[in-house]
């Protein structure tokens, strides 16, 4: 059965952190490409970062390069977005999604599987 698990978001005052995390099972994660997309109040959703199966590969969006860091366990199967610096503008209802062929990770339509979305909330 194909569950995903997100946790870790919240509400958090501008400069501050946190780690968002995606637990899945009903696939064989170590052959997926992870992401996270996020979507804010009346925007396209849109691609955060990715980490390739091995996690030998990760891409992130311009906007959180430097502040974002994505990374995986897959012996746990697991991938995190550790977020530092959050700027109001990082709020947004952030989303886990798995792709077996990514090749533009950008694009939604590359991924097979997507979690139901954790809220992260930047403000004084």
């Known amino acids: 059965q194909l569950q995903f698990v997100e946790s870790g978001g919240g509400l958090v005052q501008p400069g501050g952190s946190l780690r968002l995390s995606c637990a899945v099972s009903g696939f064989t994660f170590t052959t997926y490409g992870m992401a996270w997309f996020r979507q804010a109040p009346g925007k396209e959703r849109e691609g955060v970062s990715y980490i390739s199966s091995s996690g030998g590969s990760t891409k992130s969006a311009d906007s959180v390069k430097g502040r974002f860091t994505i990374s995986r366990d897959n012996a746990k199967n697991t991938v995190y977005l550790q977020m530092n610096s959050l700027k109001p503008e990082d709020t947004a209802v952030y989303f886990c999604?798995?792709?077996?062929?990514?090749?533009?990770?950008?694009?939604?339509?590359?991924?097979?599987?997507w979690g139901q979305g954790t809220q992260v909330t930047v403000s004084s």
């Open positions: 999604a798995a792709g077996e062929e990514v090749n533009i990770w950008h694009r939604l339509d590359e991924y097979d599987y």
